[in-house]
């Protein structure tokens, strides 16, 4: 069965950066699609950024020049960096992960942006 375990999240000051992890049980090139979703209190889980088995990336408008989506196939890793960061970035952010017929989701880690 598939695993993805993300880590990374904290607290950090507007402006600042985070990069998230999301190590994936398996080669990562066993999935089709591998991105980043978030969702904030009280709002519906969006999707942040994607990257395809060929490496095409894309993001959602909010965070375009901002977060990067990245991989490192040698660690079986997806990160996501994020700069610039505001408090509306606050939010539990999820991995996840398109292989066949299946979508799996990482257990969230959570990234609070506050001075």
């Known amino acids: 069965q598939v695993q993805l375990v993300e880590s990374g999240g904290g607290l950090v000051q507007p402006g600042g950066s985070l990069r998230l992890a999301c190590a994936a049980s398996?080669?990562?090139?066993?999935?089709?699609?591998m991105g980043w979703y978030r969702q904030a209190p009280g709002k519906q889980r969006e999707l942040v950024a994607t990257?395809?088995?060929?490496?095409?990336?894309n993001y959602q408008d909010s965070v375009l020049g901002r977060f990067t989506i990245s991989r490192d196939s040698a660690n079986n890793t997806v990160y996501l960096q994020m700069n610039s960061l505001r408090p509306t970035d606050t939010a539990a952010y999820y991995c996840n992960a398109y292989k066949n017929l299946n979508i799996y989701w990482g257990q969230g880690t959570q990234v609070t942006v506050s001075s």
């Open positions: 990257i395809s088995r060929a490496g095409k990336t």
């Open positions: 398996g080669s990562i090139f066993s999935f089709n699609l």
